[in-house]
């Protein structure tokens, strides 16, 4: 799951980061709302773990403007602002959590993981082409009926390809859904993945755009 990081104090985001990444999450992280506003588009994450006292806006008006633009991104408040009031404000804007500062990190990694079952179960729990059958609740993938065992990045780049049939993805594209801003990304890595997929798969699914990317053909 990608998740993107608004946070200002670095020493908390770079812990949290580091800690998120060890759980197997995907993060990216940005400082303040206008950058959060410009990432939002370009990359849209799974879920938005939001701080409030951001410097160059409240958070709440990030989370305004996101549900302003019809996005249903899943949001998760972490704030020292611990009074009902801040709370009542933050859910009723369109947060779907709020955690207060201090933390457990355990905690706030369990309530992402409920989210992400959450969003598994609100899409649609199955994507099917063809003879590939990719389950996003039970996170499995099935080739005329046969379990394929795939890593976890494995299976967010297949997941990532079927959920749009017949579009072009960038290598940059899909790098940004499977790894964090500033993880280090193999200059071959995609392409090692895909050529591990194609192994696992068997079938000709995944097509190479020469110069440009990837797809998967609507069958």
């Known amino acids: 799951?990608?998740?993107?990081?608004?946070?200002?104090?670095?020493?908390?985001?770079?812990?949290?980061?580091?800690?998120?990444?060890?759980?197997?999450?995907?993060?990216?992280?940005?400082?303040?709302?206008?950058?959060?506003?410009?990432?939002?588009?370009?990359?849209?994450?799974?879920?938005?773990?939001?701080?409030?006292?951001?410097?160059?806006?409240?958070?709440?008006?990030?989370?305004?403007?996101?549900?302003?633009?019809?996005?249903?991104?899943?949001?998760?408040?972490?704030?020292?602002?611990?009074?009902?009031?801040?709370?009542?404000?933050?859910?009723?804007?369109?947060?779907?959590?709020?955690?207060?500062?201090?933390?457990?990190?355990?905690?706030?990694?369990?309530?992402?993981?409920?989210?992400?079952?959450?969003?598994?179960t609100e899409k649609h729990s199955r994507i099917c082409n063809g003879p590939v059958v990719l389950d996003t609740a039970a996170h499995q993938v099935y080739v005329d009926g046969r379990d394929i065992d795939l890593s976890r990045r494995e299976y967010m780049l297949l997941k990532a390809l079927l959920e749009n049939p017949g579009s072009i993805q960038t290598r940059e594209a899909l790098e940004s859904k499977l790894y964090g801003a500033g993880e280090e990304v193999g200059s071959n890595a995609i392409e090692v993945h895909i050529h591990n997929l194609r192994k696992k798969l068997v079938i000709d699914l995944i097509k190479t755009i020469r110069g440009i990317g990837y797809t998967v053909r609507k069958q």
Request: charged share 30%.
């Open 1 to 120: 799951m990608q998740i993107m990081l608004v946070e200002d104090d670095d020493l908390l985001a770079d812990g949290m980061v580091r800690a998120l990444k060890r759980d197997g999450f995907a993060v990216n992280w940005v400082r303040d709302g206008r950058s959060a506003r410009d990432s939002i588009v370009v990359e849209a994450p799974d879920v938005l773990v939001l701080d409030l006292g951001l410097p160059d806006m409240d958070g709440l008006e990030v989370l305004a403007w996101l549900r302003g633009q019809g996005l249903n991104t899943p949001v998760l408040i972490l704030t020292a602002r611990d009074d009902t009031a801040d709370k009542i404000a933050g859910l009723d804007t369109g947060a779907d959590d709020y955690l207060t500062k201090p933390f457990d990190m355990d905690e706030l990694s369990a309530r992402l993981r409920a989210l992400e079952r959450r969003l598994s």
